[in-house]
Nanobody, 119 residues
Framework: QVQLVESGGGLVQPGGSLRLSCAAS????????VGWYRQAPGKERELVAN???????NYADSVKGRFTISRDNAENTVYLQMNGLKQEDTAVYYC?????????????WGQGTQVTVSS
């Protein structure tokens, strides 16, 4: 299992930007998918964006056009650039790395970083 450490969260005003980083203790190139999830108080954890082996990138409808996921395999780091932040983006953001053994997924999670959007 890989260890994931998120950073970059904080308090930002509506319309502002933040860049989240996720540093992995090992190579992220071998994973089936890497990405970001978030969990707001009282809500289920949801996918924000991920990058799947083969080149597919997925975004939640609510963040399309505002958030951009990227990765640096040489640095074993995944990023989430968040622009045009809204109050409803407030949540704990978690980095995820998913391995796939045959058809069974194995997930590694970071500890989470708080993003608060408020005026």
């Amino acid at each position: 299992q890989v260890q994931l450490v998120e950073s970059g969260g904080g308090l930002v005003q509506p319309g502002g930007s933040l860049r989240l980083s996720c540093a992995a203790s090992g190579s992220i190139a071998s994973f089936y998918a890497v990405g970001w999830y978030r969990q707001a108080p009282g809500k289920e954890r949801e996918l924000v964006a991920n990058m799947v082996r083969g080149g597919t990138t997925n975004y939640a409808d609510s963040v399309k056009g505002r958030f951009t996921i990227s990765r640096d395999n040489a640095e074993n780091t995944v990023y989430l650039q968040m622009n045009g932040l809204k109050q409803e983006d407030t949540a704990v953001y978690y980095c995820n790395a998913r391995a796939l053994v045959v058809i069974t997924p194995y997930d590694s999670w970071g500890q989470g970083t708080q993003v608060t959007v408020s005026s």
